[in-house]
Every structure is written in structure tokens, then in C-alpha cells.
């Protein structure tokens, strides 16, 4: 069963990093990317690499 609470924790946190990565210039950025839908992929990994673990 997904964790969707876990899930989104994962993604606010992932979407903060890669929010303060742009402003520090360390992630390029262009006027058609989405950091939503990255943070999303991003999360979606951590999150099944979290279930891994604890199984």
C-alpha cells in the first residue's frame, strides 16, 4: 500500500532543495521545466527505495 502522507513529505522536501539549488544558480533552469513534476520523480524513488529498505 502507498504511504501518500510519507509521499508527500518526500515531496515538499525534494521541492525546498531544488527551490534553494535554483537561487544558489546550481540547477539550470529553463522557462518550460516543471519542478513539481521533477519533485514528483524525485519523491516516487526516494519513496521506493524507502520501502525497500524497511522491507
Excluded: F, Q
Excluded at 26 to 35: F, G, M, Q, V, Y
Amino acid at each position: 500500500m502507498i504511504n501518500y502522507i510519507l509521499l508527500y513529505k518526500i515531496r515538499k522536501r525534494v521541492k525546498k532543495i531544488l527551490k534553494e539549488k535554483i537561487a544558489d544558480e546550481e540547477i539550470a533552469t529553463t522557462p518550460r521545466s516543471c519542478l513539481g513534476c521533477l519533485a514528483d520523480e524525485i519523491s516516487w524513488e526516494i519513496y521506493y527505495l524507502l520501502k525497500e529498505n524497511k522491507d
